[in-house]
Structures are given as structure tokens and as C-alpha cells.
């Protein structure tokens, strides 16, 4: 027996976007009114929320650069040329990540990626593993400026067939690093594994004396606990929450803010959420 179609109702024949362009004549003029039109779209369940976020990302991701969403050198773990292979393979080991810049003697001097898969040849040799025998395995290191587009870059990514580049400053420094992934979570949001740690698991230390990597789902309570501070626990449940209020919006890497005796600067943020913050007790006065 054929399908008859005559009996399902129009809206359902038709695809969503169909729907969509019916319901809404006026075409947009620039990327805002897209957003406005995707938005209208969900509150008529014409599309779902998710699906609004993802096509958000995606239109969003041209005005996004590098620098803003770049890994700081604080933050990458690398294997030195001079370390004992066992400390590199505990490095390799105790991070779970996939790839690791290998520097020399200077920090801006990238000799290569290590894969860690790379590395698995290596555990079935007869003889101790030797440095010499995890440099013979680096791959190449793409290097991009810290002004590089996310959508330009994702490109890059897919038709050279890498998943993580160095990025570089004006002067040639390594400034950070960008992977895939972080592109991809601009798109989609936040991808977890189970090796992934949380965001809330702890203030560091950085190299830097009086100086801290903050979470920005730290909790009010821990961060005051943490550096004796007296933040408003009722308003706010992290330290995120209270600086989004106090810049007014959801501030991009490298911006700072000075507030309750506390310098603050944004170490890492997609623009929709921060993730890391910089802190440290503030050197200005404050007046009496």
C-alpha cells in the first residue's frame, strides 16, 4: 500500500526551517538579527535550546580569536629536552592528555609534539627508554598568531589534519596553545571525558609569588577560606558569578578588574562563561 501524505498536517510534511522561514517574514539584516530570529524561534518550539546554542556558536566563532581562548603557557604541561625520560613519561602519564609540546633549553624553543601514543613502542623495548629515543618520535608544531580566527583555524585544523597549534605573540613568543577541542567547545560547549578535571577542583599556585589560578565554579566559601577574603556568599555561589556582575558582562581573556582588595584577571573565558581566573592581592590603595 502507498504512503498517503494527504492525512499527516502541513507543519510536520514541512522541515523545520521551512517552518521557521514561514513564521518569521522579515529576513535578517546582520548576524544579531539571526540570533534575535533563532531565539523567537525557540520560544514558538520551533527549534529546541540546544540546538539554538550550537547554531549561536557557530555564528559566533568567525569574531572569536585565537588569544581568547588559548591555553596560557602557566597552564600547558610540555616535556623538556633535559628531563630524565621517566619524569617526561610521569608527566605524560599523570596529565592524560594526548599531546605535549617538547621544548630545549629556552621555553620558546619548540622542537616538536610528542604524541603519547608514540610513546607506547617504547614500553616494549629491552633497553631503558633514552631521551633520544622520545625525540626521534616528535611531530611537527604549527605555530599561528595569537589573532588567528577560530573559523579560519578550525579549517586549518581539518584540512591539514592536526589537533593542536602553538600560538605566538607580536615578538614571536609562545603566548599559548589552542587544540581542536577548545574550537570545538565554542561551537557545542563544554566536551568532557572521564579523564577531564572539573573546573572547581582547586586553587593553584602559580610561579609567580602571591599569584593564583583561580576556578571560576570556586565557591565563595572556599575562595574566602582560601585567601581570608569577606565576598558576599548570599548574592553569589562562585567567584564567576560575583565578576560577571561587577564587569557588567561576560568578560574575555586578559581583562582585569580590581575589587575587594583583590586584582583580578581573566586567564581564560569563551566569551559566554569564564573558566580561569588570575588573583592576587592588590597593590593599590584603597581610600579610607
Given at each position: 500500500?502507498?504512503?498517503?501524505?494527504?492525512?499527516?498536517?502541513?507543519?510536520?510534511?514541512?522541515?523545520?526551517?521551512?517552518?521557521?522561514?514561514?513564521?518569521?517574514?522579515?529576513?535578517?539584516?546582520?548576524?544579531?538579527?539571526?540570533?534575535?530570529?533563532?531565539?523567537?524561534?525557540?520560544?514558538?518550539?520551533?527549534?529546541?535550546?540546544?540546538?539554538?546554542?550550537?547554531?549561536?556558536?557557530?555564528?559566533?566563532?568567525?569574531?572569536?580569536?585565537?588569544?581568547?581562548?588559548?591555553?596560557?603557557?602557566?597552564?600547558?604541561?610540555?616535556?623538556?629536552?633535559?628531563?630524565?625520560?621517566?619524569t617526561s613519561l610521569r608527566k605524560v602519564i599523570d596529565s592524560s592528555h594526548s599531546r605535549?609540546?617538547?621544548?630545549?633549553?629556552?621555553?620558546?624553543?619548540?622542537?616538536?609534539?610528542?604524541?603519547?601514543?608514540?610513546?607506547?613502542?617504547?614500553?616494549?623495548?629491552?633497553?631503558?627508554?633514552?631521551?633520544?629515543?622520545?625525540?626521534?618520535?616528535?611531530?611537527?608544531?604549527?605555530?599561528?598568531?595569537?589573532?588567528?580566527?577560530?573559523?579560519?583555524?578550525?579549517?586549518?585544523?581539518?584540512?591539514?589534519?592536526?589537533?593542536?597549534?602553538?600560538?605566538?605573540?607580536?615578538?614571536?613568543?609562545?603566548?599559548?596553545?589552542?587544540?581542536?577541542?577548545?574550537?570545538?567547545?565554542?561551537?557545542?560547549?563544554?566536551?568532557?571525558?572521564?579523564?577531564?578535571?572539573?573546573?572547581?577542583?582547586?586553587?593553584?599556585?602559580?610561579?609567580?609569588?602571591?599569584?593564583?589560578?583561580?576556578?571560576?565554579?570556586?565557591?565563595?566559601?572556599?575562595?574566602?577560606?582560601?585567601?581570608?577574603?569577606?565576598?558576599?556568599?548570599?548574592?553569589?555561589?562562585?567567584?564567576?558569578?560575583?565578576?560577571?556582575q561587577q564587569f557588567g558582562h561576560v568578560p574575555l581573556r586578559d581583562?582585569?578588574?580590581?575589587?575587594?582588595?583583590?586584582?583580578?584577571?581573566?586567564?581564560?573565558?569563551?566569551?559566554?562563561?569564564?573558566?580561569?581566573?588570575?588573583?592576587?592581592?592588590?597593590?593599590?590603595?584603597?581610600?579610607?
Open positions: 500500500m502507498s504512503d498517503d501524505r494527504s492525512s499527516v498536517p502541513n507543519d510536520q510534511q514541512k522541515s523545520w526551517f521551512e517552518r521557521l522561514t514561514h513564521a518569521f517574514n522579515d529576513e535578517p539584516q546582520n548576524r544579531g538579527d539571526i540570533v534575535k530570529f533563532l531565539e523567537a524561534a525557540v520560544k514558538s518550539d520551533i527549534i529546541d535550546r540546544d540546538a539554538f546554542t550550537i547554531v549561536e556558536g557557530a555564528l559566533e566563532v568567525s569574531e572569536v580569536q585565537a588569544r581568547d581562548i588559548m591555553i596560557p603557557p602557566s597552564q600547558m604541561v610540555v616535556i623538556k629536552s633535559e628531563d630524565d625520560p621517566k605535549f609540546p617538547v621544548v630545549g633549553e629556552d621555553s620558546d624553543e619548540i622542537l616538536g609534539v610528542l604524541l603519547a601514543k608514540d610513546l607506547l613502542p617504547l614500553l616494549f623495548k629491552d633497553e631503558d627508554i633514552t631521551i633520544d629515543d622520545i625525540l626521534a618520535r616528535l611531530r611537527p608544531a604549527n605555530f599561528i598568531p595569537e589573532s588567528k580566527r577560530l573559523n579560519v583555524l578550525l579549517n586549518e585544523f581539518r584540512t591539514k589534519r592536526y589537533h593542536m597549534a602553538l600560538v605566538l605573540d607580536e615578538y614571536g613568543s609562545v603566548s599559548g596553545l589552542v587544540t581542536i577541542e577548545d574550537v570545538l567547545e565554542q561551537i557545542v560547549g563544554e566536551i568532557e571525558d572521564e579523564t577531564d578535571k572539573h573546573d572547581n577542583e582547586g586553587i593553584q599556585v602559580t610561579g609567580e609569588a602571591g599569584v593564583y589560578l583561580v576556578p571560576a565554579l570556586c565557591t565563595i566559601e572556599d575562595f574566602n577560606e582560601f585567601f581570608k577574603a569577606e565576598l558576599n556568599e548570599e548574592e553569589f555561589d562562585t567567584i564567576g558569578g560575583i565578576l560577571v581583562e582585569e578588574l580590581f575589587f575587594n582588595d583583590f586584582d583580578f584577571r581573566i586567564v581564560k573565558s569563551d566569551g559566554r562563561r569564564i573558566k580561569t581566573i588570575q588573583v592576587s592581592k592588590s597593590t593599590q590603595n584603597t581610600p579610607d
